[in-house]
């Protein structure tokens, strides 16, 4: 299937992990704008010591990381995530995170922006998981509900 791009979208999901955090760091997102090989990432992050934080990413570099207040996580917890990219010149990355079932929060959780020229045009969204360096067990990370909607 060809891939279809788009500039302006907001993403949303649920996602889940079958291990606890003593197994190690976990990270799930989505690659919200792909043009080439330079991408903006937002990914989950779930830390070893049970807190969750939200990262925006250009590549390898951060833009932005910030716990999600009040967060935890355990084996099994199913989450829903919310990103928004939109923009050409700057492009303004968005994201919130909560648990499935509960109240989405009103509010974005984390905010950034960049203006890297090569990324301030449509390109292609994919989903995104990875276990820490110091990980000690194999992760199972389901994805559903994927809705990739433009941001008219």
Same mark, same amino acid.
């Given at each position: 299937? #060809?891939?279809?791009? &788009?500039?302006?979208?907001?993403?949303?999901?649920?996602?889940s992990?079958?291990?606890?955090?003593s197994?190690?760091?976990?990270?799930?997102?989505?690659?919200?704008?792909?043009?080439? $090989?330079?991408?903006?990432?937002?990914?989950?992050?779930? %830390?070893a010591?049970?807190?969750?934080?939200? =990262?925006?990413?250009?590549?390898?570099t951060?833009?932005?990381?910030? #716990? =999600?207040?009040?967060?935890?996580?355990?084996?099994?917890?199913?989450?829903?995530?919310k990103?928004? &990219? $939109?923009?050409?010149?700057?492009?303004?990355?968005?994201?919130?995170?909560? $648990?499935?079932?509960?109240?989405? #929060?009103?509010?974005?959780? &984390?905010?950034?922006?960049?203006?890297?020229? $090569?990324?301030?045009?449509?390109?292609?969204?994919? =989903?995104?998981?990875? %276990?820490?360096?110091?990980?000690?067990?194999?992760? =199972?990370?389901?994805?559903d509900?994927?809705?990739?909607a433009? &941001?008219?």
């Open positions: 299937m #060809p891939a279809t791009t &788009v500039r302006d979208a907001t993403i949303s999901f649920n996602a992990l079958d291990q606890a955090p197994t190690g760091t976990t990270y799930f997102g989505v690659v919200a704008r792909q043009v080439g $090989s330079e991408q903006y990432l937002v990914r989950v992050w779930l %830390r010591d049970g807190t969750v934080w939200l =990262v925006t990413q250009r590549g390898g951060t833009l932005n990381a910030a #716990p =999600v207040s009040g967060a935890t996580w355990k084996a099994g917890d199913r989450f829903s995530v990103v928004q &990219v $939109s923009g050409a010149g700057t492009t303004t990355l968005k994201a919130k995170v909560w $648990s499935a079932g509960a109240a989405e #929060p009103g509010a974005w959780q &984390v905010t950034s922006t960049d203006a890297t020229a $090569s990324l301030q045009k449509a390109g292609t969204v994919g =989903v995104h998981a990875a %276990r820490g360096s110091t990980a000690q067990a194999n992760a =199972v990370i389901a994805f509900d994927l809705v990739v433009t &941001v008219e």
